[in-house]
């Protein structure tokens, strides 16, 4: 949890515009680990549970491919139920061959036939055409120009040979065992799997609101990804110790709303160019370390007004009456009882009807069975907890989502809520 994968943790993890192919490797799957739904063969992820979201990939991009048009009513109508039931008693490749030899006897064409010019395109066109609606399609993009010269050279004998239809065929089940595939489509199906596995611990009317203590972006993408996350705060994507947490929250903030203490890191400097977005030298030469805000230039108005507007939410919710569970994590530095006790407080001069968690991570355990956490020390109604997991993280999340189910419901089983 330093500074890079602060910065890395924010990115999302998605195939950049001109990947050429997308990488068959779940979202939730650390380097290394079980393989991922082979590009070849994923029928793996079309379970009966997604196979909805993936019946309507499947016809958009069919659709998409054979005539550069989008579905029409007529297909939605007919095409799509039908697809829906046959992905729950077929292969996916078996269903897709139907749904493409349906479409091309409705529009004429013949998967025995040599590839042909269509509305004047040459073949190259043609092909181009065919990947691009299969993208757009599939995962709402173009394949980019680096990709369309992969693809080229990759597939476009086979294009010849097969033909339009038959190519399709093929080259559709590839995007569709992809990680950015999953990410798109499957995101929806793995947020309602995170929030069952956290009750009873938390959801309903009565749960409190997280807010996020830092110390890297970690926190807040994690609040995120569970669905807790309800507003931008302060220390959501800022790279901080301890001690600068501390810093900042007895002073009021001062050291983040003050222009002069921040400066700009050229874009040229940052790790990922779409964060690493500021740094505050003030609190770097009083800690020895780097301080990273990854979501905004300090050095401009927008940025000074967003951290604004961060601040104003973080101080109105601890001075509310709705009952808060205030969540930090930090990587062990030998230091987690200080910066726990200190920390608590600071947090009960500022806010009523909130309860403090500090978490410290411990180095990653990859041989153990289950991530391990152990209470450590109360306050009051604060707790603090030492957690080693199982794997490692990863652009902002645990490579296993078990790690981050086991830290949560953790947390939430360790307080009680005050009543309101």
Same mark, same amino acid.
């Given at each position: 949890m330093n500074d890079k994968v602060a910065g890395e943790d924010l990115a999302p993890a998605t195939v950049p515009a001109d990947t050429p192919e997308p990488a068959p490797m779940r979202a939730d799957t650390p380097d290394g680990a079980a393989p991922a739904p082979s590009a070849?063969?994923?029928?793996?992820?079309? @379970?009966?549970?997604? @196979? +909805?979201?993936?019946?309507?990939?499947?016809?958009?991009?069919?659709?998409?491919?054979?005539?550069?048009?989008?579905?029409?009513?007529?297909?939605?109508?007919?095409?799509l139920p039908r697809l829906i039931a046959r992905l729950r008693e077929a292969p996916l490749e078996d269903a897709l061959a139907e749904l493409v030899g349906r479409l091309s006897m409705r529009l004429g064409h013949s998967t025995q036939a040599p590839a042909v010019t269509r509305l004047g395109m040459s073949d190259e066109e043609?092909?181009?055409?065919?990947?691009?609606?299969?993208?757009?399609?599939?995962?709402?993009?173009?394949? #980019?120009?680096?990709?369309?010269?992969?693809?080229?050279? /990759?597939?476009?004998?086979?294009?010849?040979?097969?033909g339009p239809d038959e190519f399709l065929l093929k080259f559709m089940p590839m995007i569709v065992g992809s990680q950015e595939w999953y990410q798109r489509h499957m995101a929806t199906a793995m947020d309602a799997v995170r929030a069952q596995l956290l009750q009873p611990h938390y959801g309903g009317?009565?749960?409190?609101?997280?807010?996020s203590l830092g110390s890297t972006g970690y926190t807040a993408a994690m609040l995120?990804?569970? @669905? %807790?996350?309800?507003? @931008?705060?302060?220390?959501?994507?800022?790279?901080?110790?301890?001690?600068?947490?501390?810093?900042?929250?007895?002073?009021?903030?001062?050291?983040?709303?003050?222009p002069e203490g921040w400066e700009s890191i050229?874009?040229? /400097?940052?790790?990922?160019?779409?964060?690493?977005r500021s740094r505050n030298h003030a609190l770097e030469v009083r800690h020895g370390a780097p301080c990273i805000l990854h979501s905004a230039d300090m050095t401009t108005e927008d940025g000074l007004q967003y951290m604004a507007r961060c601040v104003q939410?973080?101080? /109105?919710?601890?001075? #509310?009456?709705?009952?808060? $569970?205030?969540?930090?994590?930090?990587?062990?530095?030998?230091e987690a009882e200080r910066h726990f006790q200190e920390t608590a407080l600071l947090l009960n001069? %500022?806010?009523?009807?909130?309860?403090?968690?500090?978490v410290s991570v411990l180095p990653e355990d990859q041989e153990a069975p289950f991530p391990q956490m152990e209470p450590v020390?109360?306050?009051?109604?604060?707790?603090? %907890?030492?957690?080693? +997991?199982?794997?490692?993280?990863?652009?902002?999340?645990?490579?296993? %989502?078990?790690?981050?189910?086991? $830290?949560?419901?953790?947390?939430?089983?360790?307080?009680?809520?005050?009543?309101?």
């Open positions: 070849t063969a994923p029928t793996a992820i079309a @379970s009966e549970a997604h @196979s +909805p979201a993936l019946a309507l990939s499947l016809l958009t991009g069919a659709v998409k491919g054979l005539t550069g048009q989008d579905v029409s009513p007529r297909e939605y109508g007919t095409e043609l092909f181009a055409e065919i990947v691009n609606g299969c993208f757009r399609a599939l995962l709402g993009r173009d394949a #980019g120009a680096q990709g369309i010269e992969y693809w080229m050279k /990759d597939r476009f004998q086979d294009f010849l040979v097969q009317a009565n749960s409190p609101l997280i807010i995120k990804r569970f @669905s %807790m996350r309800r507003w @931008s705060g302060p220390f959501d994507w800022l790279s901080a110790t301890p001690d600068m947490v501390r810093e900042i929250l007895s002073e009021d903030f001062a050291p983040l709303l003050a050229n874009a040229a /400097d940052r790790p990922d160019e779409r964060w690493y939410r973080f101080q /109105d919710a601890m001075r #509310g009456v709705g009952n808060k $569970l205030v969540l930090q994590v930090i990587q062990e530095d030998g001069a %500022m806010g009523r009807h909130f309860q403090y968690v500090l020390l109360a306050a009051g109604p604060h707790r603090m %907890m030492r957690f080693q +997991p199982i794997s490692r993280i990863q652009a902002a999340q645990s490579a296993d %989502m078990m790690d981050e189910v086991v $830290l949560l419901r953790a947390a939430f089983a360790s307080v009680r809520m005050p009543a309101t």
